[in-house]
């Protein structure tokens, strides 16, 4: 499977933009990239995907490289609320044997001060 | 709320206990996931059900089974329990079409403590 490779944690202040990095260099051409986030005491939580193209939904902006080797979560304003555990993970139903269950890594735990 | 429920929310058992997990997936989805997070492992998927049959395994144990029922709900049993099964069990649906872009919905957990 293809891995992807986050910061253990990151601190932002609140109401400024916070930008999460994700490496996938492996990454093949039918790989989406998607990320999630937990929240304390919480299941995970879908945040944004995407294959090729930059997107855009209400909670975030992902932004994926050229090359795709990379890509970056982006909360615009982060809030207290974006306190999380954030994971980018590479989904591909071709890839034998996955099925489209989601493979998580360490993923990048996001403080946020007042 | 993710339209995904499971119960129990805790669950306090002993070691060689059987105890069963279940999990309704939001209405109208077909497939469930099961997944295990434990302080040392992280968050593993066990298991993947789409409509009643068995799709795909990941770390489940051989002590660990479960399956999907007409109506949809899902069931992780696990058995002959050790204390290294303390963990969370998330169960997670999605929508009826399985595709790569597909979100999966998850459930609040079930925390289980083997004592």
């Known amino acids: 499977d293809a891995k992807t490779t986050q910061p253990n944690s990151m601190e932002s202040n609140e109401e400024e933009p916070v930008h999460l990095p994700c490496n996938h260099s492996?990454?093949?051409?039918?790989?989406?990239i998607h990320w999630y986030r937990q929240l304390p005491s919480q299941g995970p939580e879908y945040v944004i995907h995407g294959l090729t193209s930059n997107v855009n939904n209400r909670m975030a902006s992902l932004a994926i490289a050229e090359d795709r080797k990379s890509s970056t979560l982006i909360l615009h304003r982060a809030t207290l609320r974006d306190a999380a555990v954030y994971y980018c993970i590479l989904r591909n139903l071709l890839r034998g044997g996955s099925q489209g269950n989601l493979i998580f890594g360490k993923g990048t735990k996001l403080s946020v001060k007042p | 709320d993710s339209g995904v429920t499971q119960t129990p929310k805790h669950l306090i058992t002993a070691t060689g206990q059987r105890v069963t997990l279940r999990c309704s997936p939001r209405s109208g989805d077909l497939s469930v996931y099961w997944y295990q997070q434990s302080l040392d492992q992280g968050l593993q998927f066990l298991i993947h059900y789409y409509n009643g049959e068995e799709r795909a395994k990941g770390n489940i144990l051989e002590r660990f089974s479960a399956q999907q029922f007409p109506d949809l709900h899902s069931e992780l049993n696990l058995s002959s329990l050790e204390l290294g099964d303390s963990a969370l069990y998330f169960c997670?649906?999605?929508?009826?079409?399985?595709?790569?872009?597909?979100?999966?919905?998850f459930g609040p957990g079930t925390r289980l403590t083997v004592l």
């Open positions: 997670a649906s999605s929508a009826p079409r399985d595709r790569e872009d597909n979100e999966q919905f």
């Open positions: 492996t990454i093949s051409g039918t790989d989406y």
